[in-house]
């Protein structure tokens, strides 16, 4: 895809914004699939993330701006993106102890399962689920990750939010969060930067047995060491996605390098040189297959990014 020619080196100092081309996003998904970046764009303060998305305002080119965290959520094209912007606001973090709570302020670009077991050694419960979920909290908070009947609206607080480059304070009910949802999923010139949150003390050696159940119930019922994205569709209510697709006999179905696990039918994987055209067709493929034979239409829970056929 085309990007224009955009002096970025004038506007921004390089302690301000690193500035990287033609960076291969393969490297930075989980599926490992996904073209280059024309223009790879690492803010390193909130500021410099705001200033980044009025310069792109003013420029008309945030329309072809993505925004990537982790990685962990997404099939990119093999065709990669023009403008793709990657915060690095880790030094922002601060946790500061109460008397009776954890105030956790964590930017957007933190790693969630690395903040979560921080903050679970602290003797501070609520992250325990998080310790299993990869990514970066700004992902986390945009799809209200959660599994085991926890999600992170559960102790947010408020949300710093950029917007026609401008920084300000959303509540967490502002966020509009429901299942793997927020208003962030459905405007993605909403910008995270951080957040607030707020653990309350627990009992250390449940913490740590909460954390291992996690664990065990991951390991027994998700494939490992796979490429992937995780869930690539969301339960429909009263179904679990997973089972449909099993049910209609797509289970271990391959198409070119990308298969639908074996061990969880709602993962797809990539065994070693899928493209994201072959995702894509396993993704069609399930969705037309479950909606012919059981009249469920299934939702996708993992983003696409870059130029791809409409499915929904
Ligand atoms: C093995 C595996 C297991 C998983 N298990 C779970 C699970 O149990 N529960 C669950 O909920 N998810 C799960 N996931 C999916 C994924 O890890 C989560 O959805 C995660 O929270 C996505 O975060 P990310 O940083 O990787 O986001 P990305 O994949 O980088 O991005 C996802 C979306 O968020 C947007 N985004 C990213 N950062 C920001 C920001 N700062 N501001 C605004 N928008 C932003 C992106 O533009 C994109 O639209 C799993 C994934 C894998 C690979």
């Known amino acids: 895809m085309e990007a224009p020619e955009i002096n970025f080196e004038e506007a921004f100092s390089p302690q301000e914004l690193e500035l990287r081309r033609n960076e ?7 599926f490992r699939i996904g073209g280059p970046a024309r223009f790879f764009l690492i803010p390193r303060t909130s500021s410099a993330f705001a200033r980044l998305q009025f310069f792109l305002l003013e420029h008309q080119l945030l329309s072809r701006t993505f925004l990537l965290g982790g990685g962990s959520n997404l099939l990119v094209s093999d065709h990669g993106l023009p403008i793709v912007v990657h915060p690095s606001l880790d030094s922002e973090l601060s946790l500061i102890p109460f008397a009776d ?3 956790a302020w964590i930017p957007s670009s933190v790693r969630v399962p690395a903040i979560a077991r921080r903050i679970s050694e602290m003797g501070y419960t609520g992250f325990e689920f998080l310790t299993t979920i990869p990514g970066e909290m700004g992902g986390a908070i945009v799809q209200n990750a959660g599994c085991y009947g926890q999600e992170i609206r ?3 607080v408020e949300i ?3 917007s026609k480059g401008r920084l300000s304070l959303l509540s967490s009910a502002d966020a509009d969060f429901s299942y793997r949802s927020s208003i962030f999923k459905h405007d993605p010139d909403l910008w995270i930067a951080g957040a607030r949150f707020r653990l309350l003390p627990g009992d250390p050696a449940r913490i740590a047995s909460r954390i291992d159940e996690n664990r065990e119930k991951r390991i027994s019922s998700q494939p490992r060491n796979r ?7 969301k339960n429909p209510d009263g179904h679990s996605a997973w089972s449909l697709i099993d049910s209609v006999g797509l289970r271990g179905t391959s198409q070119g390098g990308a298969q639908i696990s074996p061990e969880h039918a709602n993962f797809i994987v990539n065994t070693g040189n899928a493209s994201a055209d072959d995702v894509f067709a396993l993704l069609d493929l399930v969705r037309r297959t479950v909606k012919e034979r059981t009249g469920i239409t299934l939702e996708r829970e993992v983003v696409l990014a870059g130029p791809f056929p409409e499915i929904q």
């Open 24 to 30: 291969p996003l393969s490297e930075w998904t989980t």
């Open 101 to 103: 709570f954890l105030d």
């Open 154 to 156: 559960d102790t947010i």
């Open 160 to 162: 710093a939010v950029i």
């Open 227 to 233: 490429r992937s994205a995780g869930s690539v569709f």
